[in-house]
């Protein structure tokens, strides 16, 4: 398809497991993004990829958190150790250029729901 | 810290009637501002955007007013429709950011 692909859609697991969130962005996005949705909550960033370059991982809430986009397509989320609060919507979205603000539109995913038992 | 709000957690509207959802920022180095438009179970899409240098930014039946001394915008939606029912998020963005609020939940009545 055309749009920004995410799987799983939906991912359950238990505490203390790790899980690993895939994104498959626009076809020649060069900017993308991951965000964590809270029930009742707009999209908190998490980090931003230039291509093959994380620039900025300033929102990932610990180091439990890390991100990947090792061939500046496709990119992973993997949250180990998983705590019930984990619990979310991570969202993934694209943009065409390097400019990460000034406006530029983001294509959003259909996002993974991730339940933590 | 919320630098985006939207402090009306839902609306409601018969249809053809006008839809106004609001926006309050704080940070003034925020300078474009953009509606997205989401559905249950799918990712935000993007809908209008406005540039600091405006006032207004009109697409269709969309309308969206920025106020920068009051570092205030809204959304109008003239005439509602019942498919525009859905949650809509102001985002504002800076020159290396983007910062979402929580969110309103449109509902159109036929």
């Known amino acids: 398809g055309a749009g920004v692909s995410q799987s799983p859609r939906y991912k359950v697991a238990k505490r203390g497991q790790d899980v690993a969130l895939r994104c498959d962005p626009i076809?020649?996005?060069?900017?993308l993004f991951w965000y964590q949705q809270a029930l009742g909550q707009g999209p908190e960033f998490l980090t931003y990829?230039?291509?093959?370059?994380?620039?900025?991982k300033s929102g990932l809430p610990s180091d439990r958190f890390f991100a990947e986009r090792p061939e500046g397509s496709v990119s992973t989320l993997k949250i180990q150790r998983t705590q019930q609060e984990d619990s979310a919507v991570y969202l993934c979205?694209?943009?065409?250029?390097?400019?990460?603000?000034?406006?530029?539109?983001?294509?959003f995913g259909d996002g993974t729901r991730l339940s933590i038992l | 810290d919320q630098q985006v709000k939207q402090n009306s957690p839902s609306l409601s509207v018969q249809e053809g009637r006008i839809s106004i959802l609001n926006c309050d920022y704080t940070?003034?180095?925020?300078?474009?501002f953009l509606w997205y438009k989401k559905y249950p179970a799918e990712g935000p899409t993007f809908l209008i955007s406005?540039?600091?240098?405006?006032d207004k930014n009109e697409d269709g039946r969309f309308t969206v007013f920025l106020n920068k001394s009051a570092k205030h915008l809204s959304l109008h939606i003239v005439p509602s429709q019942p498919g525009d029912s859905a949650v809509y998020f102001c985002?504002?963005?800076?020159?290396?950011?983007?910062?979402f609020g929580a969110g309103t939940r449109l509902t159109v009545k036929p």
């Open positions: 076809s020649g996005h060069v900017s």
């Open positions: 979205a694209s943009s065409l250029g390097p400019i990460r603000g000034r406006g530029q539109p983001q294509h």
């Open positions: 406005i540039s600091s240098i405006k």
């Open positions: 990829f230039q291509n093959e370059a994380q620039l900025d």
């Open positions: 940070n003034s180095m925020f300078d474009y």
């Open positions: 985002a504002a963005s800076g020159p290396n950011d983007m910062r």
